[in-house]
Nanobody, 127 residues
Framework: ELVESGGGLLQPGGSLNLSCAASPFTLEYYAIGWFRQAPGKEREAVSCTSSSAGSDGTTYYDDSVKGRFTISRDNAKNTFYLQMGSLKPEDTAVYYC???????????????????WGQGTQVTVSS
């Protein structure tokens, strides 16, 4: 089970941190990812990184969030995060966290690989 928290309403230029707590499995062997779905659009990958066991250190970011968003994990807390900065109105969406088991060096941003999903949290950026 993945439980998300941290969504909200904020103004353009603001920052927000999303959290995703995993249980009962441990995250060490799981790739982690964040996806979002804006109204009227398909769900898209925002960022992902492979498992701690397999990762070569690379991280995927969609071009629209590069330099503004950061994905991270805390295996001791079994939680992973998405730090979002310089938020824009076009970042408004429901954000989902997701995982899949892997020891590959790099994550796969395609959602078909992910088999555990959070419930989604709304992020609204508006003046």
């Amino acid at each position: 089970e993945l439980v998300e928290s941290g969504g909200g309403l904020l103004q353009p230029g603001g920052s927000l941190n999303l959290s995703c707590a995993a249980s009962p499995f441990t995250l060490e062997y799981y790739a982690i990812g964040w996806f979002r779905q804006a109204p009227g659009k398909e769900r898209e990958a925002v960022s992902c990184t492979s498992s701690s066991a397999g990762s070569d250190g690379t991280t995927y970011y969609d071009d629209s969030v590069k330099g503004r968003f950061t994905i991270s994990r805390d295996n001791a807390k079994n939680t992973f995060y998405l730090q979002m900065g310089s938020l824009k109105p076009e970042d408004t969406a429901v954000y989902y966290c997701a995982t899949y088991w892997t020891i590959e060096a790099r994550c796969r941003p395609q959602e078909r690989f992910y088999d555990s999903w959070g419930q989604g949290t709304q992020v609204t950026v508006s003046s």
